[in-house]
């Protein structure tokens, strides 16, 4: 069954997880970066009902860091959001990133897309916010500063961006990679992004493919609106022609162009709002 809301893909566009990562391979666009000098690999986050795991990445022997929280994609906390991870930790910063869906099952396991919706689909909206608290408090404890609070998140995580915005007054700057902005209220997810704008306390930098098969432009100009009426520092930058998903190094939709683009802004956004 399909859930708009926690999904979205080019239309007619049907992929295993082995198939983006083989086809992006094969065309040699897959980052790497290294870990030399980094602290980084799995961690353990002690959350409300038990541990999650977690991937993060520091300087090596950093202390007092601004502290990046990485929300994935629908596929979990695979090799690039670990490489994600390292580049902001190249960057000076610490960065972790949680895995959301350890509780309903393990998606390292899962090649299919169908099998990954029903497994996303049981996730709920407030379990994902207490988790982020969870890996925040954790970051902060091992390395990070507290007081200088970042997020970021691609796909369905760039949807989680906007709400956790919204729901930790701790934060002090996100960037959301074309995340989901409306969408039909739900016991998981009552409220959607354009419904708490008025809630959203750190300035939030959208970025939005003009050509996304999955979220409709006029959506995104409806939030871009919503923002401006209510007096928000929060931006919406849209890549006209560009696809969803065009910062995915290893998936056939990635664009380096815009792909640069976007991390180079998302780099400015952050020092611009003191999270450097």
């Known amino acids: 069954m399909r859930n708009p809301d926690f999904i979205n893909f080019e239309p007619k566009t049907r992929f295993t997880r082995r198939e983006f990562v083989m086809t992006s391979v094969a065309a040699s666009t897959q980052i790497t970066t290294d870990s030399r000098g980094l602290t980084a690999g799995?961690?353990?986050?002690?959350?409300?009902?038990?541990e999650i795991p977690a991937y993060r990445a520091m300087p090596a022997g950093g202390k007092n860091l601004p502290t990046v929280l990485v929300v994935h994609e629908i596929f979990g906390v695979h090799e690039h959001i670990k490489d994600v991870c390292r580049r902001f930790a190249k960057a000076g910063y610490l960065a972790i990133a949680p895995e959301m869906f350890a509780r309903?099952?393990?998606?390292?396991?899962?090649?299919?897309?169908?099998?990954i919706r029903p497994i996303v689909a049981k996730v709920t909206d407030a379990q994902?916010?207490?988790?982020?608290?969870?890996?925040?408090?954790?970051?902060a404890k091992h390395g990070g500063n507290p007081a200088k609070l970042a997020i970021t998140g691609?796909?369905?995580g760039g949807r989680v961006t906007w709400l956790y915005a919204a729901h930790n007054?701790?934060?002090m700057a996100g960037v959301a990679w074309y995340g989901r902005v409306v969408g039909q209220a739900s016991e998981l997810s009552p409220k959607h992004p354009i419904d708490l704008v008025s809630d959203i306390n750190a300035p939030v930098l959208g970025l939005y493919g003009?050509?996304?098969?999955?979220?409709?432009?006029?959506?995104?100009?409806?939030?871009?609106?919503?923002?401006k009426a209510a007096g928000k520092k929060s931006e919406i930058h849209t890549y006209p022609g560009m696809p969803h998903a065009f910062h995915a190094d290893y998936?056939?939709?990635?664009?380096k162009e815009a792909a640069d683009d976007g991390w180079k802004r998302l780099l400015d956004w952050f020092r611009k709002h003191g999270v450097a």
């Open 128 to 139: 994902v916010m207490s988790d982020l608290d969870a890996a925040a408090g954790w970051a």
């Open 154 to 156: 691609f796909c369905w």
């Open 104 to 115: 309903q099952g393990d998606l390292s396991k899962l090649d299919d897309i169908d099998q």
């Open 42 to 50: 799995e961690v353990k986050i002690a959350a409300k009902d038990g």
């Open 210 to 227: 003009g050509a996304d098969g999955g979220i409709p432009n006029d959506t995104v100009d409806k939030m871009r609106a919503a923002l």
């Open 251 to 255: 998936r056939p939709s990635y664009r």
């Open 169 to 171: 007054q701790d934060v």
